[in-house]
């Protein structure tokens, strides 16, 4: 294995770059974080809608302020022209004190991750350094730049985004899927709109836009972000020129005067690798994927891409886990992107249909949901993003007793189990007054959660007998006393929880069994 101060080279400084580079500098693993751009460019919404499990990340290396300057909201309302079909919020079963979701500008964002990474010694920024080939060996990768310098890394995380084709192309990766006809207009604009400001609205077929759709979201300082579904010839400069794109936005705001801060047209997309790890080098957000935004199923992909890349390659390089730990990356992170594809494409059919078979259907329903709400669920105006489960991960310990049930109900969380997420619970630790949520508890390494003091003392045992690798045990009891956490766990009488830094469950085994549980963490550390 390569020195412990060759870094990891991440390619790509936009939001999913910067959170890796970030994580990796948790861990301790120096990084060199390569970006093609000169400078930083601060304009756009983008990508706005930020889920709690990625608030959560950015919290961990310190970007509390996304979740803290982002706008909370709760409520998501659909509309059928001038009908509203249904509205609904989001469950949470562990009552965590980080909102569902945040609004903010990806600009904004980008601004505050690098006030982070400004503050990280371990990180090295080098712009204007475009990637143009990546070479690798059986221990290190090397990025040569078009400016002629060379950088090596033990591995190489792919994050250029759009700007990744060309390196894709090179490690023999395809990239297979769709690319939709319509376009959609994007307008950020400042206004006073009030009992707008919590509230996530999606209009179909509205009067204003009759036959596509509408989607407002609320963010900060009294800011809004209009998408409107527009034909695929539609043409912005002649839009303003004509003064149809002032008409087009006082159709949806009135006479109340606003300003607009920026506007752009996008082509949406559908796509995935077919592969998300090559040797040494990982590939991760728009880099790997690239899904229609109705469920905000983007970044919020993007960011579990870099989580899951960070800890294996920082476990790997300092010999908590398999060396070959960062292999196990693809298994994990290509089905969730499956899954994102799946559920983003069939949004998409509703959106945009094709054919008339899908337009009879698309009408159908929304004309049946306006007169009987009991069929509003049929209506899909886009499934918002939740953590993937790795219930079929080889680094996850099946449980019989705690068969996964499959994709929750829309808005849903799933029940705890091996491979999934835990929730964010709050919770109280003796002596460090400064937690208090679950998750808080979970990054330093292995956690395992026992049900009774009694099974401490041999939890405890076993994990010395992991070696260097970090890891904690606490009773249940102790971290929550008042019931939350144990409720919302579903924790039984006499069980184990053993969770990985990422949060996820490794296993759920009998709290007497020390065996299992080092069967477990040796599984869950790609060491079997």
């Known amino acids: 294995m390569a020195a412990v101060e060759t870094p990891v080279v991440v390619i790509g400084a936009g939001p999913v770059g910067q959170t890796t580079a970030l994580l990796l500098a948790r861990w301790g693993v120096p990084v060199v974080l390569l970006e093609a751009r000169a400078s930083r460019e601060l304009a756009g919404s983008r990508s706005i809608c930020q889920q709690r499990d990625v608030l959560d990340v950015w919290a961990h290396v310190g970007a509390e302020a996304i979740a803290e300057e982002g706008v909370t909201w709760t409520t998501a309302r659909t509309y059928y022209r001038d009908r509203e079909l249904f509205a609904w919020s989001f469950a949470d079963r562990g009552r965590s004190p980080l909102p569902p979701f945040v609004n903010i500008s990806q600009s904004r964002t980008e601004e505050l991750l690098d006030r982070r990474i400004a503050a990280e010694p371990l990180i090295s920024v080098r712009w204007n350094r475009e990637v143009t080939a990546l070479e690798q060996d059986a221990s290190t990768v090397t990025a040569r730049c078009a400016d002629g310098s060379a950088f090596i890394g033990t591995h190489a995380v792919l994050c250029a985004g759009a700007r990744a084709g060309g390196l894709r192309e090179a490690l023999g990766v395809g990239f297979p899927g769709e690319s939709f006809a319509d376009r959609f207009l994007i307008c950020d604009l400042r206004a006073s709109l009030p009992g707008w400001e919590t509230e996530?609205?999606?209009?179909?077929?509205?009067?204003?836009?009759?036959?596509?759709?509408?989607?407002?979201?609320?963010?900060?300082?009294?800011?809004?972000?209009?998408d409107w579904q527009v034909p695929p010839d539609f043409d912005l400069a002649a839009e303003e020129a004509s003064g149809g794109l002032d008409r087009r936005i006082r159709q949806v705001l009135g006479a109340r005067p606003y300003e607009l801060i920026w506007h752009s047209v996008y082509r949406f997309h559908s796509r995935l690798a077919d592969r998300m790890a090559v040797g040494r080098v990982l590939l991760a957000g728009d880099a790997a994927h690239l899904v229609a935004p109705f469920g905000a199923r983007g970044l919020n992909s993007g960011v579990p891409d870099a989580e899951n890349a960070a800890w294996k390659i920082a476990f790997a390089r300092l010999g908590w886990g398999a060396p070959g730990?960062?292999?196990?990356?693809?298994?994990?992170?290509?089905?969730?992107?499956?899954?994102?594809?799946?559920?983003?494409?069939?949004?998409?059919?509703?959106?945009?249909?094709?054919?008339?078979?899908?337009?009879?259907?698309?009408?159908?329903?929304?004309?049946?949901?306006?007169?009987?709400?009991?069929?509003?669920?049929?209506?899909?105006?886009?499934?918002?993003?939740?953590?993937?489960?790795?219930?079929?991960?080889?680094?996850?310990?099946?449980?019989?007793?705690?068969?996964?049930?499959?994709?929750?109900?829309?808005?849903q969380a799933a029940t705890p189990g091996p491979g999934l997420i835990v929730p964010d619970a709050p919770v109280t630790v003796p002596g460090r007054p400064e937690v208090t949520r679950l998750r808080q508890v979970l990054r330093g390494g292995l956690t395992v959660l026992v049900p009774a003091p009694g099974d401490v003392a041999g939890v405890r045992t076993v994990l010395r007998g992991l070696g260097p690798v970090p890891s904690a045990a606490y009773v249940l009891s102790d971290l929550d006393p008042d019931g939350l956490l144990t409720e919302a766990l579903e924790a039984r009488p006499g069980e184990a929880w053993l969770i990985r830094p990422d949060a996820h469950v490794a296993?759920?085994?009998?709290?007497?069994?020390?065996?299992?549980?080092?069967?477990?963490?040796?599984?869950?550390?790609?060491?079997?």
């Open 325 to 411: 730990l960062p292999d196990t990356y693809h298994a994990e992170r290509h089905p969730a992107a499956l899954e994102n594809l799946e559920v983003t494409a069939a949004t998409m059919r509703f959106l945009a249909p094709q054919t008339d078979a899908e337009r009879t259907h698309r009408r159908e329903v929304l004309e049946k949901s306006a007169a009987d709400p009991a069929l509003a669920p049929a209506v899909d105006s886009g499934r918002f993003a939740e953590p993937y489960w790795y219930v079929d991960s080889p680094l996850t310990t099946p449980d019989p007793s705690r068969v996964f049930a499959g994709r929750p109900p829309k808005g």
């Open 200 to 226: 996530r609205r999606f209009y179909f077929d509205p009067v204003w836009n009759p036959g596509r759709q509408v989607l407002i979201h609320p963010c900060p300082d009294s800011s809004y972000r209009i």
């Open 507 to 528: 296993a759920v085994l009998p709290a007497n069994d020390p065996e299992a549980l080092r069967a477990a963490a040796h599984r869950a550390l790609g060491l079997t």
